[in-house]
């Protein structure tokens, strides 16, 4: 089973700031990686996948980087709504479907 | 657009049963994998399970093998999680999600049923 890290766990930012968030897997997963992003109450939603294409609708200031068993979210600036958790998963060996545990993006 | 609407959630006692649907529009549901998720209260995502188009590919978690079981109605657009012998460390939400097969993200989630195990 491929292993998925995140960190940090929790990242304070204030609001039009920069985010950074980190993913790491056990094993090189090749560019099969997504990024998900969920509200309280709500469904994760796809952000990214392939580790770098936005889904549709996805607003230009989310990016997604790296290859193998390092892959980075950014957030250019931070807008209100982005305060969010933040899951990677990868679906390069399945079964099982692995996420990570997830960033919590806080307003600082 | 893509709608998936899961139902069936409810309270059960501990080895009690319940049977989790996802009702599917918006696309050719019988083109796609599926898939269930689930998410326990305050925790992370776990895949589940997860069904081929035709019925015939299926895969479980090691966590649920033998106790869950898949399935899906492509005449109604219907996603099917029969669960058997609960435990309480099944409490979660159960999202089905469509999937866009090998090397493929989980696209589209529906909002989720809740399921709480407890005596």
């Known amino acids: 089973e491929i292993v998925m890290t995140q960190s940090p766990a929790t990242l304070s930012v204030s609001p039009g700031e920069r985010a950074t968030l980190s993913c790491r897997a056990s094993?090189?997963?090749?560019?099969?990686l997504a990024w998900y992003q969920q509200k309280p109450g709500q469904a994760p939603r796809l952000l990214i996948s392939?580790?770098?294409s936005r889904a549709t609708g996805i607003p230009a200031r989310f990016s997604g980087s790296g290859s193998g068993t390092e892959f980075t979210l950014t957030i250019s600036s931070l807008q209100s709504e982005d305060f969010a958790v933040y899951y990677c998963?990868?679906?390069?060996?399945?079964?099982?479907?692995?996420f990570g545990g997830g960033t919590k993006v806080e307003i600082k | 657009q893509v709608q998936l609407v899961e139902s069936g959630g409810g309270l059960v006692k501990p080895g009690g049963s319940l049977r989790l649907s996802c009702a599917a529009s918006?696309?050719?549901?019988?083109?796609?994998?599926m898939s269930w998720i689930r998410q326990a209260p305050g925790k992370g995502l776990e895949w589940v399970s997860y069904?081929?188009?035709?019925?015939?590919?299926?895969f479980y978690a090691d966590s649920v093998k033998g106790r869950f079981t898949i399935s899906r109605d492509n005449a109604k657009n219907s996603l099917y999680l029969q669960m058997n012998s609960l435990r309480v460390e099944d409490t979660a939400v159960y999202y089905c999600?469509?999937?866009?097969?090998?090397?493929?993200?989980?696209?589209?989630w529906g909002l989720g049923t809740l399921l709480t195990v407890s005596s």
């Open positions: 999600a469509r999937d866009g097969g090998s090397y493929s993200p989980l696209d589209h």
């Open positions: 918006g696309f050719t549901f019988s083109d796609y994998y």
């Open positions: 069904i081929g188009p035709s019925g015939t590919t299926i």
């Open positions: 094993e090189s997963v090749s560019n099969n």
């Open positions: 392939g580790a770098s």
């Open positions: 998963q990868q679906y390069n060996y399945w079964p099982p479907l692995t």
